[in-house]
């Protein structure tokens, strides 16, 4: 997701804008806090958002430095924010989806259902033409019988 990555990359540069660098004395602990700070923000520079979530969890276990303990959970509550919505964009996409093969599915049983009624007025059509059809014989076979009978009784 391109907008969400540029997001997180200027929310990177602003909050290092803002890092001063650790202001307690160094430690082991520290440098290996550093470090997962570090590794958590290559990996959100590579796209890899679960695995950036994992080193920032790590790194705020340890004996975090102020800024930098800030900072991670800043990252981590856009991580987390990315991943909800990323997943509540993937159940609309396939909601969508869904809907989108549903219309399908009714379109052409609709279109089924125009089919058939045109083929019935068809039908029906020609039942009609047949009826108006044997009808005018009928007032013609109607009127030759009167004729006749006139001619039978003078």
Excluded: W
């Amino acid at each position: 997701m391109q907008i969400g990555r540029y997001t997180v990359i200027i929310i990177f540069l602003l909050l290092m804008a803002c890092v001063s660098g650790p202001k307690e004395a160094p430690s082991h602990k520290n440098d290996e806090a550093i470090k997962l700070f570090q590794r958590g923000l290559e990996e959100i520079l590579a796209d890899k958002y679960r695995d950036a979530q994992m080193s920032l969890s790590e790194c705020l276990r340890e004996n975090t430095p102020g800024q930098i303990r800030v900072s991670a959970e800043a990252y981590l509550k856009l991580l987390n924010e990315l991943a909800s919505t990323n997943e509540a964009a993937e159940k609309n996409r396939a909601e969508m989806e869904r809907l989108e093969r549903e219309l399908r599915e009714a379109r052409e049983i609709l279109s089924a259902a125009r089919q058939e009624i045109k083929r019935n007025q068809e039908k029906c059509q020609k039942e009609i033409d047949e009826i108006k059809r044997d009808l005018e014989f009928l007032k013609e076979v109607d009127m030759e019988l009167q004729r006749r009978g006139r001619a039978i009784r003078p």
